[in-house]
């Protein structure tokens, strides 16, 4: 019953807004022309967006999150509307909290801790922080909001068995690209979940930056540590987005703070390979002294150097206007779906080098409408950002943001590129590895691939040629005949007893025989469309990290 009132209502709150953007595309959803919209219209329409994900609970709130950096799936306004949605939750309830707390410790809380404040420090959509005082030490303590587990797997399960017929009625690039980023915080959100994993990623990152004064991660009481709770030691600051005071009375340096900000995102990207993954204001803190405090470290992703040097590749060939070399590294990233023409593609490259050589000669009034030029590019054309340049542009974005706060002027274009040059030893020293692996990498993709095609000239000669098939291909096939196979039996059963039914009716003249047996037909051939994907399985159950119970069973 929960399950079908839960389903009920996300379909309620999300279906008018579905129609509504269909129907940009086509009047009558099927056919017919564009609707004309007006700017404010889009606003109004994302504002009721962001509004009604806030109401759907902490599943949609995260998922917004996500996609506020996905230019290929919403173009702007509505990127930036359901951006402002950063943990808009109220606290939940204290004494189930500190409930939580006893069960996971295995004491009550007044005998682990001296002190513990009931009203939380930040209350967010899977977690609340709470100050406390340990062993006279100040800390706090990240506990996991009570019931949060059943939450996601719920309202997962059900946006599963949306985009299925999503899939089904609408294919196109957004749908796929919208499909991909629920699979990826499927995945993800697991490891959010449970805090041991942000402990273990805590303790990766601070030994990283362990010579770097510019960069603080707190450090993490191992001994109180659980799966849904998390003691860190308390560190005091303010909020990057809350230094007008500081940069005002010359405490803190504007563009000490940027350059710091945008060398950690570059380090992480392009170095070390491990991207904080959740960048938003309410995540970094600034000290007196102009540290950076890095916190909730949940959501993280680990970037391979195949995709680091790739986007070098990339880099490098926008560099050279290498239009091929673009459209070959777009390709490898992921990011060109394998049936999409190479002349459309081009186009569309073709028109983002075009952008970019108008930004490197803008002023900083433009940049703003330039990277917006960007972003509709990536939403028009059939273009789907991997995960890992998501969550670059998410930081990025950030730090673009942040630099319009407090200098109308900047330029972070302009600004980047002198982080770059200030930091261009280290940079290098990893570049050039990657560079001269680039080169080798090239060099053996060549040589694997005249190999390959001589083995296949000759398998052909000697009609030995064969064509396999992936096993995980063969068993969706499977799944999809199977499922057809259903559909087919129970059309054919619908059928005949309608047919049955109007020879009965011919014969003794029976509205009751008639109105029985149209109504078995009828309930028949929706049986045709709802047992296989709501009775049978979850059509998209093989993609999802995330199933209820799973939490419960091994801690």
Request: glycine share 6%; proline share 4%.
């Amino acid at each position: 019953m929960k399950r079908a009132l839960r389903f009920w209502r996300v379909l309620v709150v999300l279906t008018p807004f579905v129609i509504s953007f269909l129907r940009d595309r086509r009047r009558f959803i099927l056919l017919g022309a564009r609707v004309r919209r007006s700017a404010e219209h889009h606003q109004r329409r994302a504002d009721r967006l962001a509004a009604a994900l806030a109401r759907l609970g902490p599943t949609f709130i995260k998922l917004a999150q996500l996609l506020s950096a996905r230019a290929d799936i919403f173009p702007e306004p509505y990127l930036s509307a359901i951006g402002t949605l950063q943990d808009q939750v109220p606290p939940a309830d204290t004494d189930r909290v500190m409930a939580t707390v006893a069960a996971e410790l295995g004491r009550p809380v007044d005998e682990v801790f001296e002190e513990f404040d009931r009203d939380p420090v930040a209350a967010a959509s899977l977690g609340q922080v709470h100050r406390a005082t340990w062993r006279e030490r100040e800390v706090v303590v990240k506990v996991l909001r009570p019931g949060v587990e059943e939450i996601v797997a719920l309202d997962l399960d059900i946006s599963f068995r949306i985009l299925f017929w999503l899939n089904i009625l609408f294919p196109n690039h957004h749908v796929r690209a919208l499909t991909g980023v629920v699979r990826e915080f499927s995945a993800k959100v697991r490891e959010e979940m449970d805090f041991r994993m942000e402990a273990e990623n805590m303790d990766r990152v601070r030994r990283t930056f362990a010579g770097d004064r510019m960069v603080r991660v707190p450090g993490v009481y191992n001994d109180l540590t659980r799966r849904r709770v998390l003691v860190m030691e308390y560190c005091r600051g303010t909020k990057i987005d809350s230094l007008q005071e500081h940069f005002a009375s010359g405490r803190l340096s504007f563009d000490r703070i940027m350059e710091s900000l945008t060398s950690l995102y570059l380090r992480m990207m392009m170095v070390d390979g491990f991207l904080h993954a959740d960048p938003h204001p309410g995540n970094i803190l600034v000290q007196d002294d102009g540290q950076l405090v890095l916190l909730d470290w949940g959501m993280v992703v680990e970037v391979p150097r195949y995709t680091r040097e790739t986007v070098l590749s990339v880099a490098l060939a926008v560099g050279r206007e290498d239009l091929d070399g673009i459209i070959n590294g777009m390709y490898r990233l992921g990011m060109i779906s394998p049936e999409v023409s190479r002349g459309e593609i081009r186009e569309a490259a073709l028109e983002i080098l075009k952008i970019i050589e108008r930004a490197q000669t803008t002023s900083a009034e433009r940049v703003q409408e330039l990277v917006q030029q960007i972003f509709d590019t990536f939403y028009t054309w059939p273009l789907i950002l991997p995960q890992e340049l998501v969550y670059f542009f998410r930081a990025a974005a950030l730090l673009e943001g942040i630099g319009f706060r407090y200098d109308e002027r900047f330029n972070g274009l302009h600004f980047i590129r002198t982080v770059i040059r200030r930091h261009r030893g280290e940079l290098l020293k990893t570049t050039g590895q990657e560079a001269t692996q680039i080169a080798k990498n090239v060099f053996e993709e060549a040589s694997t691939t005249l190999r390959s095609v001589r083995d296949l000239v000759g398998r052909a000669e000697r009609e030995e040629l064969r064509v396999r098939v992936h096993p995980a291909d063969a068993r969706g096939q499977e799944r999809f005949v199977a499922l057809q196979a259903r559909r087919v039996l129970l059309s054919i059963f619908a059928t005949a007893l309608a047919l049955i039914t109007s020879i009965l009716f011919i014969s003794i003249r029976s509205w009751w025989m008639l109105g029985i047996g149209m109504g078995f037909s009828l309930l028949m051939f929706v049986f045709v469309l709802f047992i296989p994907t709501h009775l049978l399985e979850n059509p998209l159950r093989h993609a999802r990290g995330v199933r209820s119970g799973e939490w419960r069973q091994g801690s």
